[in-house]
């Protein structure tokens, strides 16, 4: 070990009592003069990436001598990140709950069909990364990074609320607003324009107070505009609201039939502990089946259209 890494503490010992942004100033320089040769038109990168892994060896065998277990992701990172180390405690990082509202809010007008899962869950990682803390990126013990983890599950609940599509129309997994999720996030979209000074619709406001207790399965915000569509006049407060008058009375009606026992079956779902909301798992298997029989193009062939443009026209 101790051979193999002898240039960077040779390094280190110049250059540990310099401030550290100079220390990274003296390996950029480093890096800089690494030689990076040609090859039959591409570039080998071998003798740049075995430097930069005898660094990691270094750091990682300091690491060790200090006892320190935890892992980060250093791929993202930003200035609150950097920050949190010296104000939050380990167990203060976002809740799957806590991205529900932001990367639904995020689908609206940033979904790609051509994109993976994965790739949107990056793309959505980056745009929020100034809300996140340094708990969000620590490497789990199964070797993922906890914010992306947490956004995976947030997926899933959603998909359980019917928020997201379940299956695309080839029959794979789905993870895009489905026309139920188009109608709420539009609705919560239109009221956080009509209510841009209150903090309670602000996008980000869930991950803006991270560590704080709040509903473990489901943001509020969506819960209280599904609950809207059970009261009375409810789903009408909606329509009227999206201007959405382009549909017959016929097609208003069936969609309010529709989605109002969709909604009725999504609150009797929840039941309301000392402990906060939670799910009734013996009635989640119900509401699986009834988003899996649920197919957006056939039963509503021209409502996702709408609502698509009316989304676009409140930017």
């Known amino acids: 070990m101790g051979a193999r890494i002898s240039g960077f503490i040779t390094f280190t010992s110049i250059t540990m009592k310099k401030h550290l942004s100079e220390i990274q100033n003296d390996l950029q320089e480093y890096f800089n003069s690494v030689e990076v040769r040609s090859i039959a038109g591409t570039k080998n990168q071998i003798k740049f990436s ?11 065998q300091l690491k060790l001598e200090r006892g320190i277990t935890e892992n980060y992701d250093a791929s993202i990172c930003s200035k609150n990140i950097l920050k949190s180390f010296d104000s939050l405690k380990p167990e203060q990082y976002h809740s799957p709950a806590d991205y529900q509202y932001p990367f639904s809010m995020w689908l609206l007008t940033n979904a790609r069909p051509s994109e993976s899962l994965f790739e949107h869950i990056d793309s959505f990682i980056l745009s929020v990364v100034e809300f996140l803390n340094y708990p969000d990126i620590k490497i789990t013990a199964t070797g993922a990074t906890r914010c992306k983890t ?17 299956k695309t129309d080839k029959g794979t997994r789905s993870h895009f607003l489905s026309s139920f999720g188009l109608l709420v996030f539009a609705y919560l979209k239109l009221v956080s324009k009509d209510w841009k000074d209150n903090n309670e619709y602000d996008v980000y406001s869930s991950l803006r107070n991270s560590g704080e207790k709040k509903n473990d399965f489901i943001d509020q915000r969506i819960l209280n505009v599904i609950a809207m569509m059970r009261g009375e006049n409810g789903f009408e407060k909606i329509w009227k609201k999206l201007e959405l008058s382009a549909f017959s009375l016929k097609e208003k009606n069936n969609y309010e039939k529709l989605w109002c026992k969709f909604a009725d079956m999504v609150i009797d779902n929840l039941y309301v502990t000392n402990k906060g909301i939670k799910e009734n798992e013996k009635e989640n298997k119900v509401i699986a089946k009834f988003i899996h029989n649920l197919k957006d193009e056939e039963e509503f062939p021209n409502i996702r259209k709408i609502l698509l443009e009316r989304i ?4």
């Open 50 to 60: 075995s430097k930069i892994f005898e660094l990691e060896v270094f750091l990682a």
């Open 150 to 166: 947490n956004v995976r599950i947030a997926i899933m609940h959603l998909r359980n609320y019917g928020i997201l599509r379940t």
């Open 312 to 315: 676009r026209n409140l930017d």
